[in-house]
Each structure stands twice: as structure tokens, then as C-alpha cells.
């Protein structure tokens, strides 16, 4: 066994973190002088001065830096211990896989995340983004617990969440943005296109009609290539609003907005833990006035 207890290192602590043996006492809530006795008690079983008095303030020697280092793994670690203890008997799951399709949008996830953080200290999330497949086949494949996604594979049920409307974008100016415009129009345009992400069944979404079209790894990609006048693109119009990007939504004579529904869908409904079940919830309140 060590010598040197688990709270003579919690004093020695205290003592840096607050830079005096008052303020270590009032944080402490022990009086100075059992503060002052136990660094004293803790400098003579390691045979070491760790601090010295610069005025009123507690200094770490040279010697005392090391040993403050070493110190805080050991009282990080008893920490890890008593938080594994109590994980273990925690009802709550162990981890959380979250996939989501990079349509969502980016302030409701993080409202989302924020409150749920607040709200639940045991569960670890493992949060990751793809396009189109990608989200569903993490699901199908169960390398995620929960996905948000535009279109629910076959055998699962999911809650729709919202409805994401895709508009035609392209640099402030650029020509297009002089008439209205038609079909006819961007067939010699260059057209952006996000690519699946999923490995298997490869969707391709939205018009394909241009022979001039690029495919881009990811959302913010297109969109900056649309922002930075290499060609036009349908994007979300919640996730452009309101970032003051140099793009203008074409005005076309037919219906340019494309809608997607938004799904959260659980991999196993049936084997649903407490901390699945809060974040769909949250999903369903930050949802309910998009």
C-alpha cells in the first residue's frame, strides 16, 4: 500500500489550484492549519519540499511540478474507478452509435446534443455523418443504434421528424440569376453533386440531366463550391439561411423545391434502453415547430 492517501493529494491540489493555504482551507472546508499540517506531513514521507511561500502564495519547487503531475493521474484514476463503479450499475447504455444523414440540420443536432449532454452523464455517444445510403446501411449493418435518415430501408419503422426543402442555389453572379429560368437552361451548366456515402446500394438522387456535373464527398462541400462560383446546386435551404453566403436561389419557371422527409429510425426497437429512448424525445421536441 502507498503511504501518501488519496486526500493529502486532493490537499496538495487544492492548495495550487487555489493558490493559498486560506483559499485551499475555505474550499476545503477544513482550517488552515490542518492544511499547513498535512503538506508538511505529505513534503516529510516523500522526503521532498514540494512548495515554497512566494508572500502569501503557495509556489511549487522544481521537484514539486513532477510530483503535481504524476499526482493528478493518481487522483484522475481513482476518479475513472469510482465512475466505472458506478457505470456498471448504471441502467443506462454503456455507449450510443448515432448516424446521420448531413441533411439534418446542423442547430436542431446540436440543441439536441446540448440538452442531452445536460441530462445524461453515463452514456458516451459515437457520432457519425454520411449521405443518402450511408446513415441507413451504418443501421442495416448494425454499426449504429440509432440513424437519422431520408428514406427508411425495408424492415424497420421509424418517426418522421421533418421535412428538409432542397432549392436550386448558384453564386450571386452568376448569369443564371438574369431570367427565369428553365431545364433547358443547365444542361450546359456545371451541376454539383453530393455522392453516396453507403458501400452498398448507391442512391442517386435529384436531376442527373447536365453532362457538366461534379460529385463532391460531402453537403459543405458542394456548398462552398457553389459559393465560390464553380457551378450551381439544389441545397438545404435551412442549412444556406442565415450564413450570409454570396448564393441566390434560382428563380425556375417550374417547381424548384425538392422535399425530403427525415426519419429517426432505432435498430432494435424491442431492445430500446433509457438513454436511446431520451434522445428520441429530444429529436421529436426539436423537431415539432421546424
Not at 58 to 80: D, F, H, P, W, Y
Not at 198 to 209: A, Q, S
Not at 234 to 250: K, S
Amino acid at each position: 500500500m502507498t503511504k501518501v492517501t488519496l486526500e493529502q493529494w486532493r490537499v496538495l491540489h487544492a492548495v495550487i489550484d487555489e493558490g493559498s493555504f486560506a483559499k485551499a482551507a475555505l474550499k476545503l472546508h477544513k482550517s488552515q492549519s490542518n492544511i499547513s499540517y498535512t503538506i508538511a506531513k505529505l513534503q516529510d514521507m516523500l522526503g521532498l519540499q514540494l512548495l515554497r511561500l512566494d508572500g502569501r502564495k503557495a509556489v511549487l519547487t522544481e521537484q514539486g511540478v513532477e510530483i503535481l503531475k504524476l499526482s493528478r493521474q493518481i487522483t484522475r484514476a481513482a476518479k475513472n474507478v469510482e465512475n466505472a463503479a458506478i457505470n456498471l450499475k448504471s441502467i443506462y447504455e454503456k455507449s450510443l452509435r448515432l448516424a446521420i444523414d448531413e441533411i439534418f440540420p446542423s442547430s436542431v443536432l446540436m440543441a439536441v446534443l446540448q440538452q442531452f449532454g445536460q441530462q445524461n452523464k453515463h452514456t458516451k455517444l459515437i457520432i457519425t455523418h454520411g449521405l443518402l445510403s450511408g446513415p441507413s446501411d451504418q443501421l442495416i449493418n448494425g454499426d449504429a443504434e440509432l440513424a437519422i435518415i431520408s428514406k427508411i430501408p425495408e424492415g424497420y419503422t421509424g418517426n418522421k421528424l421533418m421535412d428538409v426543402h432542397f432549392l436550386p442555389y448558384a453564386h450571386r453572379d452568376s448569369p443564371l440569376h438574369q431570367k427565369q429560368v428553365i431545364l433547358e437552361d443547365l444542361y450546359d451548366e456545371r451541376y454539383l453533386i453530393a455522392q453516396d456515402s453507403g458501400l452498398n446500394k448507391k442512391r442517386n438522387e435529384g436531376w442527373l440531366g447536365s453532362e457538366f456535373h461534379w460529385k463532391v464527398s460531402t453537403l459543405e462541400m458542394k456548398i462552398q463550391c457553389v459559393v465560390h462560383g464553380i457551378g450551381f446546386a439544389w441545397l438545404p435551404q435551412q442549412m444556406v439561411e442565415g450564413r450570409n453566403l454570396p448564393i441566390l436561389a434560382l428563380n425556375m419557371e417550374e417547381n424548384n423545391i425538392r422535399t425530403y422527409p427525415v426519419y429517426l429510425v432505432h435498430h432494435q426497437p424491442q431492445e430500446m434502453g433509457p438513454s436511446a429512448k431520451l434522445l428520441i424525445e429530444l429529436f421529436k421536441k426539436y423537431t415539432s415547430s421546424t
